[in-house]
């Protein structure tokens, strides 16, 4: 197969949202699970970080990326959905899957698909993590595709899970209040493993602190801790400070976004890695690079 025979396959053959609506929503992980399976677990090979939210996940899944790839690892990503290339979405430091890779992948578990009926999204969420074992990176940053409770990706289980915000998405799956669609959302949060939870909202802050505490999982809410003053913005990047409650945390960071919306995003993804520096023993990683 050539690559965009291999693409054509993805595709055309194989459910997916865009083309089949509801018929490709999945009511559980089954299918991502067999895939797996077959794949020898590849989600178990590497330390995660999960993310998920209405708005913004994808940008505090670049915010962590760049954040930890400065401090010296390999950083795999997966987002959701691409613009242009079908390999935006599995990138290791910034640069995608090779051609090859999505070419061999597809036709060495071709029969496995033919068999378990993947859908587009489940088998893509089983490349990265098979790209991702097989590299050895560092650490992963895993965005979710829908939701969160019954996302293919929720098979990982993360060191740190991340929900962004929770506003009236895909409401035909998750439900059609804020408190049902942050009940699925949640549905990221593991036990005993810490989340952080970008934006602190009066219908859903009941909703994250209860499964927080059903699971024994610590739970951070960022704009509780983390305050971002904005110095100078232009077009194409802007200029602050992080406080930590009263105390000075970043001086004049520069960050390659535009937009005052941004602001939750990157003291999202501060906090997170807050979070994560502060528990590198216990998860038994070093930091390479304060």
């Known amino acids: ?34 895939l797996c399976a077959e794949l020898d677990n590849p989600q178990d090979k590497f330390p995660s970080i999960h993310i998920a939210g209405t708005n913004g996940k994808g940008s505090v899944t670049h915010l962590l990326g760049a954040i930890f790839q400065a401090a010296g690892y390999k950083v795999g990503l997966y987002t959701s959905p691409h613009y242009k290339d079908f390999r935006e979405r599995i990138k290791i430091n910034g640069t995608y899957i090779s051609e090859s890779y999505v070419i061999n992948f597809v036709q060495n578990y071709k029969d496995h698909f033919n068999k378990i009926k993947p859908s587009f999204f489940e088998i893509t969420v089983a490349m990265a993590f098979d790209y991702f074992a097989s590299e050895k990176v560092d650490i992963a940053i895993i965005e979710t595709g829908l939701g969160g409770r019954l996302d293919s990706t929720n098979i990982i289980t993360p060191l740190l899970s991340v929900i962004t915000n ?8 998750l439900g059609e209040t804020l408190p049902e669609i942050a009940g699925e959302k949640a549905g990221i949060i593991k036990e005993n493993i810490p989340v952080v939870i970008g934006e602190k909202h009066p219908e859903t802050e009941s909703v994250f602190r209860k499964k927080a505490k059903e699971q024994n999982a610590p739970i951070y809410f960022a704009e509780e801790n983390f305050n ?18 009263d105390e000075i945390y970043i001086k004049n960071i520069e960050i390659n976004l535009s937009g005052k919306f941004q602001n939750k995003n990157i003291t999202t993804a501060i906090q997170a890695f807050h979070v994560f520096k502060n528990n590198m023993i216990k998860f038994n990683l070093k930091l390479i690079m304060d």
């Open 1 to 34: 197969m050539t690559y965009q025979e291999t693409l054509d396959y993805l595709f055309s053959q194989l459910p997916m949202f865009q083309r089949q609506g509801a018929m490709a929503f999945k009511k559980d992980l089954t299918n991502i699970r067999l």
């Open 166 to 173: 929770i506003g009236l998405d895909h409401i035909q799956f």
């Open 228 to 245: 971002f003053k904005l110095k100078k913005e232009t077009y194409e990047k802007i200029i602050g400070e992080f406080y930590l409650q």
